[in-house]
């Protein structure tokens, strides 16, 4: 789509919304925004092959502000886009990958679930069952801010390494097989930044409340270089008003009794056993080397080692899946009764062999079906969606979303994903995000190899001392 703006610069609101509505359609389209003695006009004008759309919103004068003109803009994009599209998109005219923000703002400053709704029915033209999906999620955080002080802080730690690449994975992340003489430099990297790091929060005044170690499959490690891990955060850290203190497990293959007993015995609470399917010609097709079988046992494994809350993963759409074996994988996860189910709509990013290859994947309309038949199962077994969250290239442009029960809210999700508190992360690939005052989020990039983390530690470090004067 060729764009041209006119009368304003709001360039990247209008762009991501075009593409959200008509991903690679070839056409021309002018936003344009004028200015009269009592009213903003925004104007869009859309021509794909041959037919010629229009649509206009106004603001008064009066009342303009960035975030109702950038409204008015993206309220014409969308109704000039809509005689061009088969049906009207479930998200109107959001296009963020955080559409929960605006409900959540909404009732963090007093509004009610009604209005809630009625803004984004109103203004934003999204449909019932996203506008229940984003008021639920919005009441989760709206609690879990509750839980915390203007000086909390959550910590991430990265572990980039997996086994192997699955299929549709495009995460910075070292595949290591055999190959593991880069794990040792690296954590001695990463011990540097946890010192320095422990030290600078105890000068700051500020309290960690969560912990999440991520990656890449932080299990990559052994159970003795876990263990020295878990030992090392405890030490470094004051974690007297922690709340939660996950380990992302993903990969079965990657977990074992003993490794999940170590886990647990040092610390973590919260584990994560992704099987994103239980089909195993679906496994294989996303090269992943375990069975579903192998899924229950790590499961049942886990149980047995304490864990009270375990998150597992599903992603709907994936290669060689249809509607029947998606429904198959739901009902078999479902009836573990885990904490937390996350269940993922696939999104095709460049980096994953998926993308690469133009591998065959199910249609939007399987895909469609799939979600809808998890987010009712789901309700019907008395889970809730706690946090979602959407990405560019997702199939159908539907969403991630991630549902809980019994109050077992994964909180280090929704205030990552919410943007509610700063977030420290250490290891490579971690993004650091601070909170300032006004609602500005500043960002801090920690390099995104491994190789290039070890060489760079000492920036890295510098960078550290850098964030902590902005906090």
């Excluded at 007297?240 to 990657?254: A, I, K, Q, Y």
């Excluded at 429904?327 to 980096?351: M, W, Y």
């Excluded at 560019?392 to 999700?413: A, H, T």
Aim: glycine residues 8%; contains cysteine; aromatic residues 8%.
């Amino acid at each position: 789509m060729n764009l041209t703006i006119h009368g304003h610069d709001d360039l990247y609101a209008v762009e991501q919304l075009l593409m959200s509505l008509l991903p690679q359609v070839e056409g021309n389209a002018l936003s344009k925004l004028t200015r009269g003695q009592h009213y903003l006009t925004a104007i869009t004008e859309i021509e794909i092959n041959g037919k010629k759309t229009r649509a206009t919103r106004r603001l008064k004068k009066e009342t303009e502000s960035v975030r109702l003109r950038r409204q008015i803009l993206q309220q014409s994009v969308y109704l000039a886009s809509l005689p061009h599209l088969a049906s009207p998109p479930a998200w109107g005219a959001l296009a963020g990958v955080r559409p929960t923000k605006l409900s959540t703002k909404h009732l963090m400053e007093g509004g009610s679930l009604k209005s809630a709704d009625k803004l984004l029915r109103d203004v934003y033209f999204v449909s019932k069952p996203r506008r229940q999906l984003a008021l639920d999620c919005s009441v989760s955080t709206v609690n879990a801010v509750a839980q915390t002080t203007p000086d909390d802080i959550s910590l991430y730690i990265g572990i980039p390494f997996c086994p192997t690449r699955c299929a549709y994975c495009s995460f910075v992340s070292r595949t290591v097989g055999k190959h593991t003489e880069l794990l040792d430099p690296y954590l001695q990297a990463l011990y540097k930044e946890i010192s320095l790091t422990a030290k600078l929060l105890a000068n700051s005044g500020k309290r960690i409340r969560t912990i999440y170690i991520g990656g890449g499959t932080p299990t990559t490690l052994t159970s003795s270089q876990m263990a020295y891990l878990l030992d090392t955060v405890y030490d470094a850290f004051d974690l007297s008003g922690c709340l939660e203190f996950t380990v992302e497990g993903g990969r079965p293959d990657t977990l074992d009794a003993e490794k999940l007993n170590t886990i647990r015995t040092h610390g973590a609470d919260r584990m994560s056993i992704n099987p994103q399917t239980m089909e195993n010609a679906v496994l294989k097709a996303c090269g992943r080397p375990h069975t579903a079988q192998d899924i229950l046992q790590r499961y049942g494994e886990a149980v047995d080692a304490g864990f009270k809350a375990i998150n597992m993963d599903l992603i709907a759409g994936l290669p060689k899946d249809s509607y029947d074996g998606f429904c198959r994988s739901l009902d078999a996860v479902a009836a573990l009764q885990p904490a937390n189910i996350t269940v993922h709509t696939l999104a095709l990013k460049k980096g994953a062999d998926l993308f690469e290859k133009r591998v065959a994947l199910p249609t939007f309309d399987a895909v469609s079906q799939m979600v809808s038949y998890a987010n009712a199962t789901l309700r019907s077994l008395g889970y809730k969606p706690y946090y979602l969250y959407r990405q560019k290239y997702m199939s159908g442009s539907f969403e991630n979303v991630g549902w809980s029960r019994d109050g077992l809210d994964c909180l280090y999700n929704i205030y990552m994903m919410e943007e509610t508190h700063s977030i420290l992360s250490l290891g490579g690939g971690g993004m650091n995000k601070v909170n300032l005052p006004g609602g500005k989020l500043e960002r801090f990039h920690n390099p995104k190899f491994p190789e290039q983390y070890i060489q760079q530690i000492d920036s890295v470090l510098r960078q550290k001392e850098a964030l902590f004067d902005l906090l």
